[in-house]
């Protein structure tokens, strides 16, 4: 289907320091990731990091240049 095109391609080109809302309707900010896995670090305080898989990526926001 076209959306998994779309998937594919969304979580193929995550990168650290990219914002990026998850399945789960959380807001965070990529710090570290391997293949199939990111490490989300969430809220202000930056003491809440998180490690999920990619496909629990819905959304990404490219740091600004």
Known sequence: A???VYKRQLLASVAVGDSVLTSSGFYGVIIDMTDDTV???FGSNKNCRIPMQKAAIVEIEKPEA
């Open 2 to 4: 076209a959306s998994d």
């Open 39 to 41: 490490i989300v670090e």
